[in-house]
């Protein structure tokens, strides 16, 4: 088993390298600088520079060497837990995602505990009771939840809570909480705020997963050792949920190496229509603005989730099968 993880963590390091790589280069791809940007954006307010100004602004940015070069030294700072200064906002990288970070994964990770929580029963029941009327309920309800996008969900939550449940919406403190010192009484405001996000990110992710379980699940009942356990008398909870399920999650398992990622990169509209202080709209606006260190360092924390996932995926696929580990 430990030679199992080791092969998958050095591939996950010789992955994670040329990920670095690659994201530094699609970052650069787009044509022009920040400093073009921040000097149309001057010149939009009145302020005209010169060419001596302009050449200070790329200098001070250090915009004025090779791209290649400028990776080097920002690869080499990163190990250390340097990451750069943004060039938006003029302060160190690894300040602006620590501010949201937080509040994106406790979100991000409440979403998951729910999509699992969830999907895995209700595919399981859906596969066991196929074809009657609840069987039908949940496949209406996974393919709304499938067909309706995120932020449509949002603003009917954010109407519901604030028209029926007389709650403010926007953002996940209350006014008089927004900007007051830790307590237990904001740790409250903040939980009884989390719900919409966590509602809108997961119903979508459960919608897609209980369906692959169903799948999955209506598959394995047909085969000839579930028929060889219902024979021997073994009672039927058993045979679905020790034979049966633990069967079913290869492909489940799989999927949640990407989930993590997949929630906090696509939380940006819906952080950007609840007014959320987190990492997706930080990182949309790095890459409209060009914020190369900014824009790169998200990338690579996202490619770190990916991996870890992937990682911890592969671990427990080990432990369901015992075939993979000597693969």
């Known amino acids: ?37 921040e000097v149309s954006r001057l010149r939009q307010q009145g302020l005209n520079l010169n060419a ?21 030294i920002w690869a080499s700072h990163f190990i250390r837990g340097d990451f750069g200064q943004a060039f938006s906002v003029n302060l160190p990288v690894k300040r602006i995602i620590g501010d949201r970070l937080g509040y994106t994964m406790l979100i991000s990770v409440l979403s998951m505990l729910v999509v699992w929580g969830l999907s895995i029963p209700i595919g399981v029941y859906s596969a066991t ?26 603003l009917i939550l954010m109407v519901f809570a604030q028209k029926y449940l007389g709650q403010q919406v926007g953002g996940l403190f209350s006014s008089k909480y ?3 010192p830790w ?26 997963l209980s369906r692959v379980m169903r799948a999955n699940l209506l598959d394995v009942l047909n085969m000839q050792y579930i028929q060889t356990a219902r024979a021997k008398g073994l009672k039927e909870n058993t045979v679905i949920w020790k034979h049966a399920v633990r069967n079913s999650l290869h492909v489940v398992i799989m999927m949640m190496g990407g ?5 906090i990169s696509g939380e940006t509209i819906t952080a950007m229509v609840l007014n959320m202080p987190t990492t997706g709209p930080m990182y949309f606006s790095a890459l409209i603005n ?14 770190i989730l990916l991996l870890l996932g992937n990682l911890l995926a592969d671990i427990l696929l080990a432990v369901v099968d015992p075939r993979i580990r000597y693969e």
């Open 178 to 180: 927004m900007n007051a």
């Open 52 to 72: 001596e100004q302009i050449t200070a602004l790329t200098a001070r940015y250090g915009l004025d060497k090779p791209a290649y070069e400028r990776f080097v």
């Open 290 to 303: 060009q914020d190369t260190y900014l824009a790169v360092t998200f990338l690579v924390f996202l490619a």
């Open 129 to 154: 009771h196929r074809y009657t009327i609840p069987d039908y309920m949940i496949t209406a309800m996974q393919f709304i939840g499938m067909a309706i996008p995120g932020f449509l969900i949002a």
């Open 183 to 208: 307590s237990v009484d904001k740790v409250i405001d903040l939980f009884s705020h989390l719900w919409i996000p966590v509602i809108v990110l997961a119903f979508g992710g459960t919608a897609g």
């Open 259 to 263: 989930i993590l990622p997949g929630i």
């Open 1 to 37: 088993m430990l030679n199992y993880i080791f092969r998958r963590l050095g591939y996950m390091l010789v992955t994670l390298f040329l990920i670095t790589i690659l994201g530094y280069l699609i970052v650069e791809l787009p044509p022009g600088s920040y400093v073009e940007t």
